[in-house]
């Protein structure tokens, strides 16, 4: 199987939240036994779906220190096929089109994985390592980084810098915005709920609906789509505050701009404590929020201040869901972030809605002048490549590396803004043959 067989079939093998990553990997653990690599692996159930984590290494670790190559192996949720027009409405049908092959995790980021691995491979013959490589992919990134966690608190790697694995462009990253998931879970009233039963089995009953279409992009960028939930939400505050709400759907997980919402409501009035009151107060707070965060500048960064995305609303049984996350700056400081968010929690609670913060990553940073980014720099000019450093609004496995003093940058194939998180994801067939090039001048100048 040549290179652009192997990235279709790795494209083909669905690796999102609802299915795991397990297919994946097995088919990583193939080509690596067959590299003859020293191979580790831990598998795990998340969410009802096997994961695995996968470690190669060129031989067996004797306690040396390492050089860490780290991408995560599962990718996002594509959201509706339809909007895949470049790879016949499938997103795990790889399509070759002008020199790009289109599908999911083309750019975010498993190609970059077996970009990396081809890199390892090339040195199958060394015997010698002054610093050992060790390519780990990892499980769970979208849903926080549980894999990473894993190799974190069971010890597994011995490394002191880390090339993780993101879509830049084939520039390097060296820092990062921090994350807080959040989940608000807002209860219908006992006269709406057994209003809402009793209405759905009356033959002669009917509702008005209405559809909100937007534009899907990552939510760190939050200013490159168009969010349906919120078009949702400013369409329900215009409405009378006692109508009742019978279901209400949008996005596809938290860390996605929804591109569709889906509103549907009895306009009978008279409700005491209606949901459609408690779902307007929420989204003022929230509004407000967003207000406060432009004060907390950073240059550094685009958007250069922190932001926020409300990614996924759902009916349940007796409550409506709501998950999305704030992307935070370094300029904001620990005590600023935590009362931001007690703030908005106990607007929540005016309503009777249960706030959690689900997880939350620090930024990241690692000096300009160390020895690692200018040596990286070094390897990028000598590929004809930019040398400008970037910094990232979105959070990844080096906010959880940095935290034990692990050195991190991050590098990778493929453009980030308009690209991932949306259909039509893709990345330039050159690029990955040059990310190749430049792992095996990482791996020479910092293991040899």
């Not at 996002?76 to 795990?92: A, I, M, Q, R």
């Not at 995790?105 to 040195?123: H, I, M, P, Q, W």
Request: glycine fraction near 8%; aromatic fraction near 8%.
């Amino acid at each position: 199987m040549d290179f652009i067989e192997s990235c279709r079939k790795i494209i083909s093998l669905d690796s999102t939240p609802s299915q795991g990553n397990k297919e994946v990997a097995q088919f990583f653990l193939e080509l690596g036994q067959q590299s003859g690599f020293h191979i580790e692996t831990m598998s795990e159930v998340l969410t009802d779906q096997p994961q695995i984590n996968l470690l190669f290494r060129p031989q067996a670790n004797s306690g040396q220190e390492e050089f860490l190559l780290q991408t995560h192996l599962d990718t996002t949720d594509p959201g509706p096929y339809g909007l895949w027009t470049k790879t016949g409405h499938n997103p795990f049908d790889a399509h070759i089109i002008e020199g790009n092959i289109f599908g999911l995790g083309t750019a975010d980021v498993k190609l970059d994985f077996f970009c990396k691995l081809e890199a390892l491979r090339s040195f199958k013959d060394q015997k010698t390592w002054k610093v050992l490589p060790v390519l780990v992919g990892t499980f769970g990134e979208e849903q926080g980084m549980v894999g990473t966690l894993r190799i974190i608190r069971k010890n597994k790697i011995k490394a002191k810098r880390a090339l993780i694995g993101e879509p830049s462009g084939l520039q390097i990253i060296n820092a990062g915005k921090g994350m807080a998931a959040v989940e608000i879970r807002i209860p219908f009233s006992e006269a709406e709920n057994q209003f809402r039963s009793e209405h759905n089995l009356r033959e002669s009953s009917s509702t008005h609906s209405k559809v909100f279409n937007g534009k899907p992009s990552h939510s760190s960028n939050p200013q490159l789509g168009d969010s349906a939930i919120k078009k949702m939400f400013e369409y329900l505050s215009q409405l009378p505050e006692d109508l009742t709400i019978m279901d209400v759907e949008g996005g596809v997980n938290f860390n996605t701009v929804p591109a569709s919402a889906f509103l549907e409501i009895e306009p009978v009035s008279g409700q005491q404590d209606p949901m459609s009151k408690k779902l307007t107060t929420i989204y003022g707070a929230i509004c407000d929020l967003e207000q406060k965060f432009l004060q907390y500048e950073d240059p550094g960064f685009s958007p250069s201040h922190p932001t926020l995305n409300i990614g996924m609303i759902k009916t349940l049984d007796n409550h409506i869901f709501i998950s999305g996350n704030c992307r935070i700056t370094p300029s904001v400081s620990l005590e600023t972030y935590q009362k931001l968010m007690n703030d908005l929690k106990a607007e929540c609670q005016k309503v009777g809605a249960d706030f959690r913060v689900t997880d939350y990553k620090t930024p990241f940073s690692t000096a300009k002048n160390s020895e690692f980014t200018q040596g990286c720099l070094h390897d990028l000019e000598a590929l004809g490549l930019s040398t400008e450093l970037l910094s990232q609004s979105s959070t990844n496995e080096a906010s959880l590396l940095s935290r034990v003093n692990i050195e991190c940058l991050c590098f990778g194939p493929g453009a980030r803004e308009g690209n991932i998180h949306t259909p039509n994801e893709h990345v330039a067939i050159k690029d990955l043959q040059t990310a190749i090039e430049f792992y095996k001048k990482a791996i020479t100048r910092f293991c040899i």
